[in-house]
């Protein structure tokens, strides 16, 4: 089976090192970290979608994350 967790972040300058510690908390469990966010060369927008690609019991990651952050499961 295969988990992504996704994780909509409205305020990437302000949250991205609080996101980094919980990820690196859980870095054992995280498979593939994907980050997008909109933007061109002149204009970076301050949101982003991170995408976690899961191994094993992903409940406490999610439970983590949407503390501070909206996120969605999607398992396949």
């Known amino acids: 089976m ?16 609080k996101l980094q510690e919980m990820l690196t ?13 909109y933007g061109t060369e002149k204009n970076c927008s301050n949101s982003g979608v991170v995408l976690l ?12 994350l949407k503390k501070h952050w909206r996120t969605k499961v999607m398992e396949f």
Do not use: K, M, Q
């Not at 908390?25 to 966010?37: D, N, Q, V």
């Not at 690609?53 to 983590?64: F, M, N, Q, T």
């Open 53 to 64: 690609d899961v191994s094993g019991d992903y409940l406490p990651i999610v439970d983590a």
């Open 2 to 17: 295969t988990t992504i967790i996704g994780i909509e972040i409205p305020e990437r300058n302000t949250d991205a090192i």
């Open 25 to 37: 908390h859980f870095g054992c469990s995280i498979r593939t970290r994907i980050g997008l966010h």
